[in-house]
């Protein structure tokens, strides 16, 4: 069995990582995986797994991009796979459309997958015309199903968790002496602080300004809390982090906060910060920091909106907070900083990384038995 993943590029990004993790589990049990992509820092990874990568540059938002149709038209032919995976709405367009090209007993099977809340127009629909449609959390499938009720029936989706690799994130974890030593001594600040780590770029709908009247709101009870923001500031998006700076700053807040920017030990930082957050103003498709978090044992307070409310609501139900209700927020960190709460272990099924390969396996088989 051949699998053809369609994506726009392999940087890093939570897209990347699911593809990534899929081909390390289905090569590994014999599955041909081919990634088509217009490449990335991830490459060398993907082909480590077993997989090959091929470069087409099938990501831009451009029309020069439909260029790519025929000369997919002609990767389709050669390399018959017999399930054509796409992962984003570009490559997706590009896949379909190289898909429709030709003759139908040659045509792949087609999987698309919603990684992501896209908005609603015809452009997104083309995710919508899988022969499967993959959501990855149960709030993403009532999306589709009321975004797009005439493109996909409720029968041909297909709810797949993303998931966490249990052997690197576990309760027991702990960084190394020379990682905590470096970690101490570039924020001394932190010491003997109740820590809350907000994970994510710095964008608006993170709801960083909302830490404002959640620290105030601790620091008034004598809890010494202090946020660790975890993120990079993209171009373009330095008046959010000023926003984001002047609403702390207003609040007396600001020397309450350290800013590390972009980390790549993000394992480490969760498991060293007391509690994690998610202040998501509008509802996210899955939430995978949030899912390490909580299969290392640390305790995740969040908007009760979208996948982290799913995971919470598996995990830890007392972390589910009314969204964008900080005073509600705040009692709830209150309340841990006297009794941390564990949440539920070890991890169940669908939330594992064998589970979401073995479902996927399961899904690409009995397409290609239907046509046999």
């Not at 490459?43 to 077993?50: D, H, K, L």
């Not at 003759?103 to 992501?116: A, S, V």
């Amino acid at each position: 069995m051949k699998i053809m993943h369609l994506l726009p590029s392999l940087s890093s990004g939570g897209v990347e990582q699911v593809v990534l993790e899929l081909c390390q589990g289905l090569c590994e049990q014999g599955v041909d995986c081919v990634v088509v992509s217009a490449g990335g820092p991830m490459v060398s990874a993907i082909e480590s797994t077993g997989a090959r990568h091929i470069t087409r540059p099938i990501g831009k938002k451009s029309l020069k991009t439909f260029i790519q149709v025929g000369k997919m038209v002609r990767l389709l032919k050669e390399e018959k796979p017999d399930v054509l995976h796409l992962h984003s709405r570009v490559p997706a367009w590009v896949g379909y459309l190289a898909c429709k090209r030709l003759r139908p007993e040659m045509r792949p099977h087609i999987i698309t997958t919603f990684h992501g809340f896209h908005s609603v127009n015809f452009y997104s629909a083309i995710m919508a015309k899988g022969d499967c449609v993959v959501a990855v959390s149960e709030c993403m499938k009532e999306h589709i199903l009321q975004q797009y009720p005439r493109k996909v029936a409720a029968e041909n989706i297909c709810v797949i968790p993303n998931s966490v690799d249990t052997d690197l994130n576990f309760p027991e974890y702990t960084p190394t002496e020379e990682w905590l030593s470096k970690w101490n001594s570039t924020y001394p600040e932190l010491k003997g602080k109740y820590t809350l780590c907000l994970p994510g770029r710095i964008t608006r709908i993170k709801g960083a300004t909302h830490l404002a009247p959640i620290l105030s709101a601790l620091h008034e009870r004598g809890i010494p809390a202090h946020a660790v923001i975890v993120g990079e500031t993209k171009k373009g998006k330095e008046s959010i982090r000023q926003e984001i700076v002047d609403t702390l700053k207003k609040a007396g807040m600001s020397d309450h906060v350290t800013w590390t920017g972009h980390r790549t030990d993000l394992r480490d930082v969760l498991s060293v910060c007391d509690v994690t957050l998610s202040l998501t103003l509008q509802p996210e498709s899955f939430g995978k920091t949030t899912l390490e978090a909580l299969a290392l044992g640390r305790p995740v307070a969040g908007y009760e909106h979208g996948g982290v409310g799913e995971q919470l609501n598996v995990f830890l139900p007392e972390g589910r907070v009314p969204t964008k209700d900080t005073a509600a927020m705040a009692d709830v960190l209150a309340r841990w900083y006297k009794e941390k709460p564990t949440p539920r272990l070890p991890v169940p099924s669908p939330y594992r990384r064998e589970d979401m390969i073995q479902a996927h396996l399961e899904l690409y088989r009995k397409l290609c038995q239907s046509s046999s």
